[in-house]
């Protein structure tokens, strides 16, 4: 397969990964897709096996796109520019972002599937912004007649106090990593995972200082429209904060 030099992932060090767009990547990719679907594991539901498209406890579905990773994470200084992989064209690219896409959402049909993008340097060397254009991509592609609909995830969501008791919430509406839940809010669902946990923040203490998950959650559903979030064990093991879970468990539930 025709490959490039990965550092981002991998601490500096040059890890070969394939180009998104090499055939024999993207027919491998669909073969594990169908597998990992029709893989049979225990339902404790039913105390059957189940394919894992089946498994009542699956939810959510997020492969991201073969050869590259999350569309959202890369961009970043350790990257090279995009446009300089071997046999780069922005057509080739959105093409192969289809080709992971539709893979899943043809293998696991009856779950919800998301995909992270952001406006985080992504560049080629065409004017016009490749973030923009892979995000109008996908909603024309996944409409939820022809294709199922796919939803936007991002993985930053946090919500502080100032000293007045102010909530803050994080990312901004207008931020490279809100921008595209911003604008899907009225398009298709939101999703989020929290930066850190409020109880033990690892990544940046200052955006969840004298709040707590409770604050965010309503960051998301009010700012974003989310239904949608994923929460750090010691937060959803802190006794203090349980009341504040289920008034919110009440609200998002879906019967």
């Known amino acids: 397969v025709t490959t490039w030099k990965d550092t981002a992932y991998s601490k500096g060090v040059p890890t070969a990964r394939p180009v998104p767009w090499d055939s024999y990547v993207q027919e491998r990719f669909e073969a594990f897709v169908k597998a990992l679907a029709e893989h049979e594991v225990l339902d404790l539901e039913t105390g059957k096996k189940v394919p894992f498209k089946d498994h009542s406890t699956l939810e959510m579905v997020q492969l991201n796109v073969a050869g590259l990773g999350s569309i959202a994470m890369r961009g970043g200084a350790n990257d090279p520019p995009i446009g300089d992989l071997p046999g780069y064209t922005r057509e ?62 991002d993985e930053g969501l946090a919500a502080s106090k100032d000293s007045s008791g102010k909530v803050i919430c994080y990312p901004e509406t207008n931020s490279a990593t809100g921008k595209v839940p911003y604008l899907s809010k009225d398009k298709t669902f939101v999703t989020f995972q929290m930066l850190q946990s409020w109880k033990n923040p690892f990544l940046n203490p200052s955006r969840t200082a004298n709040a707590e998950p409770a604050d965010g959650i309503k960051c998301g559903y009010d700012l974003y429209g989310a239904t949608y979030f994923e929460v750090y064990a010691p937060d959803i093991d802190n006794q203090d ?14 019967d």
């Open 92 to 153: 080739n690219f959105k093409d192969a972002i289809l080709v992971s896409l539709k893979a899943a959402a043809d293998n696991f049909p009856e779950k919800f599937l998301h995909v992270e993008i952001g406006d985080r340097g992504l560049k080629d060397n065409i004017a016009s912004p490749l973030w923009e254009e892979i995000y109008q991509m996908i909603l024309t592609e996944f409409d939820g007649l022809k294709n199922p609909k796919y939803g936007f995830f």
């Open 241 to 254: 904060w349980r009341d504040e879970f289920k008034e919110w468990y009440d609200i998002l539930r879906i």
